[in-house]
């Protein structure tokens, strides 16, 4: 029998819920019984500028269709000033889905130092004011979920988006501690790297492919993980168009040479296809399980 996800009495913060991939969290959300802070602030895919109309707009969508939303229109840089929000709206936050973001490409020889800040500060910055000012409430109640929005662009790099690629993988290293951290208190944390037709892929993929990603398509990942009924934590999801999977570490078997006898950079270059060869890899999931490799290496060679 299918399990249903639902989120009564469970109250969900999505940041950049205005339009986009957030929008259609937001109303699938309040469509499984969540009452919803709709965040956004309106401004350019370039961050420019503000407007309260976008997330009015989402909030007037879920109240017309019968679910619970208030709409709040802070930048997500002021994470407290949003989940003091939620909590006087609402008494409490079981969910936030980070999930606002900007853009501004150039390659990494024109990049200027506006453009690598401004992005650090909404992606990484914002997602941690907003996650840190959530975090008490979640451990007091023994309740939490948090997704992190990556992006491929991170995990594979993307030609002219190396501030971009940046804060999404940053922003996997903070999924991958506060699992860790979170674990006691039920805190599970997660993080999706998303392709979805958006203002934001508009011009960047092409027209047939744009109207099939869907951003509705990306969303009942979003909401499974957000759920009770998730109980992984941890993990990296990409997802897009309908489909999705999960992406984990993968690392060679590696060479290990004796630490004591010492070894030349042409003991690197005369193994190197070998330290690069992928065949029978290792998936460590945790620091320890990556440690072990190298602590058997000075075992091997100890006196
Ligand atoms: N669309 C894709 O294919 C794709 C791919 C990888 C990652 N992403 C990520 O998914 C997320 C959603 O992007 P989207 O494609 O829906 O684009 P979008 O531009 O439609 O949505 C982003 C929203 O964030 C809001 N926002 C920006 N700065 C903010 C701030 N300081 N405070 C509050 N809100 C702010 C914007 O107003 C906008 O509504 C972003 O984090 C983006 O980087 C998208």
Known sequence: MSQSVRFEDKVVIITGAGGGLGRAHALLFAKQGAKVLVNDLGGSTQGEGANASAADRVVAEIRDAGGTAVANHDSVTDGDKLVQHAMDAFGRVDVVVNNAGILRDKTFHKMEDADWELVYRVHVEGAYKVTRAAWPHMREQNYGRVIFTASTSGIYGNFGQSNYGMAKLGLYGLTR??????????????????????????????????????????????????????????????????????????????????????????????????????????????????????MGNLQKYAL
Not at 185 to 201: D, E
Not at 225 to 242: I, K
Not at 248 to 276: K, M, N, T
Request: negative net charge; glycine residues 12%; contains cysteine.
């Open 177 to 294: 501690t506060l699992a860790l951290e979170g674990r006691k208190n039920n805190i599970l944390v997660n993080a999706i790297a998303p392709t979805g037709g958006t203002r934001m892929t508009e011009g960047l993929i092409p027209p047939q492919v744009f109207e099939q990603l869907k951003p509705e398509l990306v969303s009942p990942l979003v909401v499974y993980l957000a759920s009770e009924n998730c109980q992984d934590t941890s993990g990296l999801f990409e997802v897009g168009g309908g489909w999705m999977g999960k992406v984990r570490w993968e690392r060679s078997l590696g060479v290990g040479f004796d630490p004591r006898a010492g070894f030349s950079p042409e003991d690197v270059a005369e193994h190197f296809q070998q330290i690069c060869d992928f065949e029978g890899a290792a998936h460590p999931k945790d620091n320890i399980e990556a440690l072990k490799e190298m």
